[in-house]
């Protein structure tokens, strides 16, 4: 039925023999890792909404500022407060035991940071289980709305094929989403619904809907520009879709401002470009850091001018600046994680998915970040310590292994460069594209 509705005129081309099989698969990967996985990460976002539903606090972010550890800080907006405790609220009735769940969390970050999720919820009964299962299956409502979208701006049926058996099994969501527990998904959903809307010729709603999926993760901010002058008419059009875009984000921010103004630095630049000052950074560290910065102000200054001058199909050109915009966004950042990538996916897969050599490179280009980025226990098979706390925890990382016998920081580094020159090769690939589609018109 939801294919059909997807695509009415061609449903019976996506029909095969083992569709039913792959899709009920893909489904009971996602309720096992849902249930059973669980990382640091998904405490923190749960337990300050759990402060709201449960026990009256507003003023969350002044309660972070005055009695959590020194020298943290809080990066999720008040809408991502505000979603997690309506979630939390509905679920309530058979969620039982999650709110003490998170006041023992909060009890602890109050105390020190922690970054072993196993003393959150020991011991294990069936309803950990439950509770996690619970806080996570939005993000599959999230997922399935993403797939539906991406299928109704694929052009051609058998390129939305690959999207759909691609998404089925995207190692980056399965892993940032269903065993991080991260949020992710929900922004990427709200990004791509904006786009299709401005597609689709209602480009002020769409340039909100952008604007709210700002207000879950800030990644989204950098596109509110570059989508409105390639969109807007004229000056005036532009001033007004890019208001529209910044508006909700705004608000957000004026909540946090007032709250906690410490705190509120912290929702304008994305988490992974605010590092702790080095006492002693190296020369090389230094350089490194501003040819990055430089590169990505010069790289921000020339998709502001395609997206003002360009005169080429508007899919085209939203999709493939969008696309620049986010991976260069993440490949120059000085934190890379491989969970940040759900955002950047689907817009990978929507302007490459036509060529033949895309899904091997994205093959090699998943494998590259996950090797490594991926690299300690919390981020492996300590993700599973619901299911054996002991086991799980004390399992040595691939990483542990390789190191006795050879230096893992010499994979980990090879494997960087191949995830940096990937990123920079579908940048380069984006820019030929758009371009060489200008040259075609004029």
């Given at each position: 039925?939801?294919?059909r509705l997807i695509f009415p ?277 230094t350089i490194s850091k501003f ?152």
């Amino acid at each position: 039925m939801f294919l059909r509705l997807i695509f009415p005129q061609n449903f019976h081309k996506f029909l095969s023999p083992n569709l039913s099989f792959w899709l009920l698969l893909a489904l009971v990967i996602r309720f096992f890792l849902m249930a059973f996985t669980i990382h640091p990460d998904f405490f923190f976002i749960h337990m300050f909404p759990n402060l709201l539903v449960s026990h009256g606090v507003t003023n969350v972010y002044k309660i972070f500022e005055d009695y959590l550890y020194a020298g943290n800080s809080i990066y999720y907006s008040p809408p991502v407060m505000y979603f997690f405790s309506a979630v939390q609220f509905i679920a309530s009735p058979i969620n039982i035991g999650f709110s003490q769940l998170m006041d023992k969390a909060y009890a602890i970050d109050t105390t020190y940071i922690n970054t072993d999720p196993t003393i959150y919820f020991q011991p294990v009964t069936r309803s950990t289980y439950l509770n996690f299962f619970l806080m996570k299956f939005p993000y599959l409502l999230f997922e399935v709305a993403l797939l539906a979208i991406l299928l109704r701006l694929s052009k051609k049926w058998h390129e939305a094929r690959k999207i759909f058996f691609i998404s089925l099994f995207n190692p980056i969501v399965l892993y940032g989403t269903y065993m991080f527990g991260q949020f992710d998904i929900i922004p990427t959903t709200l990004l791509m619904l904006g786009i299709y809307l401005i597609l689709s010729g209602k480009p002020a709603f769409g340039m909100l809907v952008i604007g709210i999926a700002a207000t879950f993760k800030n990644f989204a901010l950098i596109l509110i520009l570059p989508i409105a002058l390639s969109v807007g008419a004229n000056l005036r059009e532009k001033l007004k879709l890019s208001l529209y875009g910044f508006l909700p984000f705004v608000i957000s921010y004026l909540i946090v401002l007032v709250q906690a103004p410490s705190q509120a630095i912290y929702m304008i630049i994305p988490k992974a470009y605010i590092e702790k000052v080095q006492l002693n950074p190296s020369v090389y560290s230094t350089i490194s850091k501003f040819v990055r910065y430089i590169t990505l102000i010069l790289n921000y200054g020339v998709i502001l001018a395609l997206a003002n001058f360009l005169k080429i199909d508007k899919t085209t050109k939203i999709l493939g600046l969008s696309t620049i915009a986010l991976l260069a966004l993440f490949t120059f950042s000085p934190i890379v994680l491989f969970h940040y990538l759900t955002i950047v996916i689907p817009l990978l897969l929507l302007f490459f998915i036509q060529k033949k050599w895309f899904i091997a490179v994205f093959s090699i280009f998943i494998i590259s970040i996950a090797i490594f980025k991926n690299w300690t226990r919390i981020q492996q098979l300590g993700l599973f310590a619901p299911l054996d706390n002991r086991f799980f925890t004390e399992t040595p990382a691939t990483s542990e292994i390789i190191d006795r016998i050879f230096p893992y920081t010499y994979i980990s580094s090879t494997f960087y460069v191949t995830f940096f020159l990937i990123s920079i090769f579908l940048i380069l690939v984006s820019y030929k594209e758009i371009i060489f589609q200008a040259r075609q018109k004029s």
